[in-house]
């Protein structure tokens, strides 16, 4: 629930116009969200879906452009990728990652590569990296 507070605030930050939350994601208002988020979950215009795939779905069918941030086969080192708004960010959680099913209907995927011994960050972590890197 951390995750989804920093989340919150890096979006605030960062300027992002919607948040989507899906499927097993928690939702404001809990105590450990607000901590994290501090006020900036009242700023960021939110909505929850069960269905991950069908947002997606629903936005790609919009014109909005869908990006995954997962590592792929398909993926692309995130710095190197051409960004074009509107766009989606999907996240997946930090135990599977996206799913294969909503991978599939994205446009394209992009990784931060890992120089460590972890092979993926944590999700806000690499949410804030990503959004910086898209309104910079």
Request: hydrophobic content about 40%.
């Amino acid at each position: 629930m951390h995750n989804v507070g920093a989340i919150f605030r890096t979006c605030d930050a960062a300027g992002v116009k919607q948040v989507f939350l899906c499927g097993i994601t928690a939702t404001p208002p809990r105590p450990q969200i607000s901590k994290t988020a501090l006020s900036t979950i009242e700023h960021v215009n939110w909505r929850y879906y069960k269905s991950t795939l069908r947002i997606v779905k629903h936005l790609k069918k919009i014109g909005i452009k869908i990006v995954a941030l997962e590592q792929s086969a398909r993926s692309v080192n995130y710095q190197h990728y051409h960004y074009q708004t509107p766009i989606a960010i999907i996240l997946g959680n930090e135990i599977d990652g996206v799913s294969k099913k909503v991978l599939e209907q994205c446009h394209d995927h992009v990784e931060i590569p890992m120089k460590g011994v972890a092979k993926s960050l944590n999700v806000a972590t690499a949410c804030g990296i990503v959004l910086y890197r898209l309104v910079d």
